[in-house]
């Protein structure tokens, strides 16, 4: 009697034991589940329209920097420079917005010819003159009677460049006036071209202030004039 009673209580420790294994094992999942739930998720360019201009202006900016490498001039090593510059900085804002870091897109504006779509409209006669260059305004600015559409169809990103409000292109040569209306809450700025990109326009980090909308880094429905 004794022996089996102690086969019995040897048998009840080895279940309890293994019920607390499986137990534990149930538990170090739940944990592992529960602390994969909380992660963090990366966003790419199809997820957020953060990311996606974020991903079309290191695009562009990439772009840029293959052409100079492709047909290098006395001023490409500087050019470059800047660029990869403006790249890192990009890379900065990816990781803080939850973005894939270094995830890259073109736009849509690069190859379009710069004088291929008709001219806009004329804005009625304002008292002021043209809004100089770098002003932002709530109603547009007034446009002269040669401002002519152009990039029609194009995005606008910004190019991660500091300074004053400015544009880069590479439609139009340096000091060519363009004026870039966000017809998503109708605000535009008129700057002047400074520098070559990889797109018809890229505005600079203060004139894309100017005309965005919060947490956005990409203008899908823009307006871009050409007015002197």
Known sequence: MSRRRTLGTKKKIALLVSAAAVAGGGAFVMASTSNAAQSPRTLSAADSNVCQGLATALGNNQKFIDG???????????????????????????????????????????????????????????????????????????ASGSAQQVCKGSTVTLSGEAGAPAASSNQFPAGTTLKVTNLDNNKSTTVKVTSVSGSCVLLNNAAFEQVREPGKFLIRRAVIEKVG
């Open 68 to 142: 100079q490498r492709a047909n290098p001039d006395a001023q490409s090593a500087a050019r470059i420079a800047n660029r990869e510059a403006v790249i890192a900085q990009i890379k900065v804002q990816q990781k803080a917005s939850g973005c894939v870091v270094g995830e890259s897109a073109q736009g849509s504006q690069s190859t379009q010819p710069a004088q291929s779509a008709p001219p806009a409209q004329s804005a009625p006669p304002s008292q002021g003159a043209s809004a100089p260059a770098g002003n932002a305004n709530a109603g547009g600015a007034a």
